[in-house]
């Protein structure tokens, strides 16, 4: 990744999230803006080793549910079972987080590093008790939920950015 000046209104961003220490001292430097219509989502996936293994999520906008998945062919022992190995995404799903409009999400350890997140493809959301934060929420279980627009801005440090400048152009 090469290094790119954010701008101004996004550096704020990046400067505030990084003051509360998420990113082990270091200054976000890298930022990624999606956006998200009713009925949009995006698959179940992991991040990867290019970032520092937390990532920060603003939404604005729409309310969002982002969902866990155990990864494909991960053996999983619950209490009164035999270990099994899950393969559907229904199957695999274990939680989700209500991200709901102006909210900060902060993943890191575990959430980040061993499971699958994603966006369910859905115009509208039902809560139910899979949802792990809704007692820090404004819903209850029960509610339905309609997506409107949702813009994200993921904000995440980068270790190992490339410091170069790019010459467009022909050469003299």
Known sequence: MMAEKLPDWLQMYAERISSYGVFGGNIANHVLVNEYRPGEGIMPHEDGPMYFPTVTTISLGSHTLLDFYHPVGREQQRADEQVTTCQTEQDRHFLS??????????????????????????????????VANIASCDSRYGDTLTRETRVSLTIRYVPKVLKTTIALGRRK
């Open 97 to 130: 987080l209500l991200e709901e409009p102006r909210s900060l999400l902060v993943l890191s350890g575990d959430m980040y590093s061993c499971y699958l997140h994603g966006i369910r493809p859905a115009a509208s959301d039902f809560i139910t008790e899979n």
